[in-house]
């Protein structure tokens, strides 16, 4: 095999807390992870040395700042890999949008290169690398419904959620992830997700009460500079949707629905607005690999 295309899936957090934040800077969280089916497609090929990066994203750096770079570097140096390897990214995940647009591309270069170059590397060690690049990259490396602790690193796998049709918005800005963080103090939080709680609604295969329990506490920050982030939130719901919300560190909203119909009412007034540039129908996927 010369030459793997691989695609690299979106997620979403159906939960997301943050617990405290730690001496160094960085922060414990408590969420549940998901899997969307949009995802970017990446080809990698074999190439006799070197690592060449391109993609359809104007304007977007191809060098070694990028995670698929990263990545790539990564797994060479580690496994004495002493190919090269052609990287094309298209890109279809919002960017800067709390998606792990580029945790899941660098997931998906462990994830490629392992099987393109045979190295036959665990799920576990393929982490390990992972977390150096950033601390969704595990998660993505795996996929799926999980439980998410630590800086996001410490994974517990979780069952599959009950599959309705989601709706996905990027608004027309970006969120400075740094600037979120910055701003968020878990000590002055006046509700934390009941995350328990929705694993047992996970577990119990029950779309009504994940819908109940869905919180996102980085809301308390973006929503207060970005208005637009709680208005979406409303369309949606006014649209029909079981419950909106916003995902990471935003800006995306995404709203879950009861079926197609509701969905696409809920498309047709985004879009009639042309506000918003970024939209997409997705279901929840459990593999992707």
């Known amino acids: 095999m010369d030459r793997k295309v691989i695609n690299a899936y979106a997620k979403i957090n159906l939960a997301l807390d943050v617990v405290r934040r730690r001496e160094n800077g960085y922060h414990d969280l408590r969420m549940i992870m998901q899997t969307v089916d949009l995802c970017d497609v990446l080809t990698i090929e074999k190439i006799p040395e070197g690592i060449e990066l391109d993609g359809n994203v104007p304007g977007l750096s191809y060098d070694s700042t ?6 790539a570097a990564l797994v060479k140096e580690t496994f004495a890999v002493k ?21 899941t591309d660098a997931a998906a270069v462990f994830n490629g290169m392992n099987e393109l170059f045979g190295l036959n590397a665990s799920k576990e060690k393929l982490c390990e690398l ?13 996929g799926g419904t999980y439980l998410a602790e630590g800086i996001g690193e410490v994974l517990t796998k979780l069952p599959p959620v ?13 969120v400075s992830t740094k600037y979120v963080y910055e701003n968020i103090h878990a000590n002055e939080l006046k509700s934390h997700p009941d995350v328990d709680g929705m694993i047992k609604a996970i577990e119990n295969k029950s779309l009504e009460g ?9 809301e308390t920050v973006t929503e207060v500079k970005y208005p637009r982030i709680a208005e979406l939130k409303r369309i ?3 649209c029909g949707a079981m419950k909106a919300m916003m995902s990471g560190s935003g800006p995306t909203v995404f709203g879950l629905f009861p079926d197609d119909e509701s969905v696409a009412k809920a498309e047709a007034y985004i879009r009639a607005q042309g506000m918003e ?8 996927t459990d593999s992707i690999m």
């Open 130 to 142: 992972g977390v150096k690049i950033g601390a969704d990259v595990p998660y993505c490396i795996m």
């Open 66 to 71: 990028n995670l698929i770079w990263k990545a």
């Open 236 to 238: 949606m719901e006014e």
């Open 83 to 103: 190919e090269g390897v052609k990287i094309y990214l298209e890109k279809n995940i919002p960017m800067a949008a709390g998606m792990a647009g580029g945790s």
């Open 277 to 284: 540039k970024q939209i997409f129908r997705a279901s929840f």
């Open 162 to 174: 009950v599959h309705c049709p989601l709706l996905i918005v990027k608004p027309d800005f970006d």
């Open 210 to 218: 994940i819908c109940s329990l869905m919180e996102n506490v980085m």
